[in-house]
C-alpha cells in the first residue's frame, strides 16, 4: 500500500485540527466557568456595591470641604509667615 504525500498531509492537518478544537473547548468551557463565577459573585455582592456607589457622593463631598479647609489654613499660615 502506498501513501502519498498530500494524504499524510491531509491526515496531519486534520489531527491538527482535531487537537485544536479539544483545545478549543477546554478553552470556552474555562471562559464560561470565569463568567458564571463573576456573574454568582456580582449578584451576591451587588448590595454592598449598590452602597458603595451611593455613598462615593459623600466622600467627594467630604474631600471637597477638607481641601477647601486646608487651602484657607494654608492660606493663613503663609499670610502668618509675611507679617
Do not use: Q
Amino acid at each position: 500500500m502506498r501513501v502519498s504525500l498530500w494524504e499524510i498531509s491531509l491526515f496531519i492537518s486534520a489531527l491538527g485540527f482535531f487537537i485544536l478544537c479539544i483545545n478549543l473547548s477546554y478553552a470556552v468551557r474555562s471562559i464560561d466557568k470565569t463568567v458564571r463565577k463573576t456573574t454568582e459573585m456580582l449578584e451576591k455582592n451587588e448590595p454592598k456595591i449598590d452602597k458603595i456607589v451611593e455613598n462615593t457622593s459623600g466622600i467627594v463631598e467630604n474631600v471637597k470641604l477638607v481641601t477647601n479647609v486646608s487651602s484657607i489654613i494654608t492660606g493663613f499660615i503663609s499670610k502668618s509667615k509675611n507679617k
